[in-house]
């Protein structure tokens, strides 16, 4: 390690006890997607107390802040996600919202938020060849659906995802490359595989009300239609390939309003996953086929409300860059090198910004339970939250240091797979909502 890494190093660590308090305060005060006004507030409040140039409200809750070092001819985000999962079992779930954060944004956020006390040091800022981003972005976790839709009504945003959204509003157009986090069970790790991209449903069955013992025959069961839709549904799976790694996973969010009433109303949200982007359409339009035949069946009506979700990750090989950041953060771990070839059918934004520029990803431990669990939960602050904002922050450095050597380098390799306006234009284009009513048929 040259001077300059031993002072990042020095910095977090003199550090360690402020860190680890924002974290756990982001953990413990978790907030859902686009609703992230408290923890945008802690972390912008981090970064004015920095004196660096900060914007807010991107995408309703994100926020932005940079530091100018040395020339700004290449420009590095670090980025930290907003968000919790609504899982109210959890013991630190938010009472009234059910919020938690049971996949480890808060460690995100944290890790960016000690990079920031490091390289924002002047001496080490000098020591930059380029400008580096604080960015805290909001809704990763693609839930909430019918929330979202009614945002995208009123005019506040236009897709679910944050970085999707972000990306449309231009907030990546001053981001040259990027490096993203994420806690994992298996301690460290470098790069990863590809995942799956989806869409997102809403499914609108309306029928009639009528006394559910004295006269149902006057009703239409809209509950019934649903659960055909939802037998229709299943009747389809053996037609996904394996290989295209399909998942279609809904959830009833209304099933009618009381027990001796018709349900006149059913509700279903669902995404619809797959592994490439001709396979999720092909799954899309069989999901719409099964929830319009139960439906039809009834004699119900029937709305699908069809939104863009987010783009499969892209394979990334193993960073030497972050390779050798993990290991001056942690000389005592493991370094694990992701497989480029391994697939999971998980999703997340990141590969929508895969696709526009270029991204380093690395994962970091202590945490266990299980993700998107109520069992999930910090178990080594050091490793979850010091390891995390130590390689933010070194590679950072190693990427900017020598007038930013290294990250022309990458840009200089990288070749988008989507111009912004190229990107838009295919969210665009699977955003639809189709009615049709078969009650007088």
Known sequence: MDRIEQRIIAIIDQNKEKIISFGRDIYTHAELGYKEFRTAAKFAGVLKELNLQTEEGLAITGVKGYLKGGRQEVSLALIGELDALKIPSHPFANSETGAAHCCGHNVQLTGVVGAALALSNPEIAAALGGEVIFFAVPAEEYGEIEFKNQLKEEGKIRYGG???????????????????????????????????????????????????????????????????????????????????????????????????????????????????????????????????????????????????????????????????????????????EADPASHKTSSTDVGDLEHVLPVLGFYTGGVAGGAHTDKFAIVDEEAAYIITAKIFALAAYKLLRDNAAKARELTGQYRPKYTREQYIDFMEDLIRTENKNYKDE
């Not at 994992?184 to 997102?200: K, M, P, Q, R, T």
């Not at 309306?206 to 025959?217: F, T, Y």
């Open 162 to 336: 944050g970085k999707c959204e972000l990306i449309r509003l231009g907030a990546f157009d001053d981001v040259d490359l990027a490096i993203v986090n994420h806690s994992g069970e298996d301690g460290i790790s470098i790069g990863s595989g590809s995942s799956n991209g989806f869409v997102s449903k809403v499914v609108r069955y309306s029928g009639r009300e009528a006394h559910a013992a004295a006269a149902p025959e006057k009703g239409i069961n809209a509950l019934n239609a649903a659960s055909l839709g939802l037998a229709a549904l299943a009747f389809q799976r053996e037609t996904f390939r394996d290989q295209d790694a399909v998942r279609v996973h809904p959830i009833v969010t209304k099933g009618g309003n009381l027990v001796n009433v018709v349900p006149n109303e059913v509700v279903i949200e669902t995404l619809v996953r797959a592994r490439n982007v001709e396979a999720i359409l092909d799954a899309e339009k069989k999901t719409d086929r099964a929830f319009k035949a139960g439906a039809q069946a009834i004699g119900a009506a029937i709305e699908i409300a069809t939104m863009p979700g987010y783009l499969p990750r892209l394979p990334q090989p193993a960073s030497t860059i972050l390779i050798e950041a993990a290991r001056e953060a942690a000389p005592q771990a493991v370094i694990h």
